[in-house]
């Protein structure tokens, strides 16, 4: 966690456990977690999905107690389920999940999300996601 908080604001590419590359800007760090703000969107990552990264400065350096690191990946979702944000899930399976969080667990988040019926009408259905598959989450 020093290593990123000391890349606060640089660029960085973060490769994944399902050998995703992600490109952007370092913009904060959290309890198991980073921001990464790409050209598409702004990305919550959480570290068990990171395998490897690189770039930024490497003269970096910050003062451990400086970086408030009490923020956990749940606490994230919590604020981008309370702003009502349509955001993207993506699995380590490689599948990607849309809607609004309505509810985070300990473990799992509950999204509402859109879909069509057999007759190609607009229906809202209820996912739960573990949160063990996640790779990322884009708004």
């Known amino acids: 966690m020093d290593r990123f908080?000391?890349?606060?604001?640089?660029?960085?590419?973060?490769?994944?456990?399902?050998?995703?590359?992600?490109?952007?800007?370092?913009?904060?760090?959290?309890?198991?977690?980073?921001?990464?703000?790409?050209?598409?969107?702004?990305?919550?990552?959480?570290?068990?999905?990171?395998?490897?990264?690189?770039?930024?400065?490497?003269?970096?350096?910050?003062?451990?107690?400086?970086?408030?690191?009490?923020?956990?990946?749940?606490?994230?979702?919590?604020?981008?389920?309370?702003a009502r944000a349509h955001v993207r899930f993506y699995h380590v399976s490689g599948s990607m999940s849309e809607g609004v969080i309505e509810r985070v667990g300990a473990d799992f988040v509950e999204v509402s999300v859109r879909g069509e019926d057999e007759k190609g009408r607009t229906q809202r259905g209820m996912r739960v996601l573990p949160l063990s598959s996640v790779i990322a989450v884009g708004s």
């Open 5 to 82: 908080a000391a890349q606060i604001g640089e660029l960085i590419t973060c490769f994944t456990v399902d050998s995703q590359r992600l490109i952007g800007v370092l913009d904060g760090i959290g309890q198991g977690w980073i921001q990464l703000n790409t050209r598409a969107e702004s990305l919550v990552i959480p570290l068990t999905a990171i395998d490897f990264w690189e770039g930024g400065n490497k003269f970096s350096h910050v003062d451990a107690s400086s970086v408030n690191r009490k923020l956990s990946f749940a606490f994230a979702l919590r604020a981008l389920s309370r």
